[in-house]
């Protein structure tokens, strides 16, 4: 069982930037950020591979979020530049311990943080 613990969100203005934290107490192969607004689905937002470092973003996002990670903590960042008010939602950091699925999917993954509220306003 691998338990995640996320840090990070909070109110910002538009423009402003926020570095969200997920730190993971196991293995895990594959990380990545969702977001879900009231009302919304959940959406895939950014994903990192631990072995080599690829990433994939979301063309919401291009541009202006970036995913990496600290292996020796075990732990993914996602820093959130220029965000606009549409960027309000809460995000979940999600893990999974294999590659199968497509990544922005949220069955693709087997373990969930508990979220952080990003609210941006204009």
């Known amino acids: 069982q691998v338990q995640l613990v996320e840090s990070g969100g909070g109110s910002v203005q538009a423009g402003g930037s926020l570095r969200l934290s997920c730190a993971a107490s196991?293995?895990?192969?594959?990380m990545a950020w969702f977001r879900q607004a009231p009302g919304k689905e959940r959406e895939g937002v950014a994903r990192?591979?631990?072995?080599?470092?690829?990433?994939d973003i979301a063309d919401s996002v291009k541009g202006r979020f970036t995913i990496s990670q600290d292996n020796a903590k075990n732990t993914v960042y996602l820093q959130m530049n220029s965000l606009k008010p549409e960027d309000t939602a809460m995000y979940y950091c999600?893990?999974?311990?294999?590659?199968?699925?497509?990544?922005?999917?949220?069955?693709?993954?087997?373990?969930w943080g508990q979220g952080t509220q990003v609210t941006v306003s204009s």
């Open positions: 999600a893990a999974a311990q294999g590659y199968t699925g497509h990544w922005a999917r949220p069955d693709s993954y087997n373990y």
């Open positions: 196991g293995y895990t192969a594959r």
């Open positions: 990192i591979h631990f072995s080599g470092g690829s990433t």
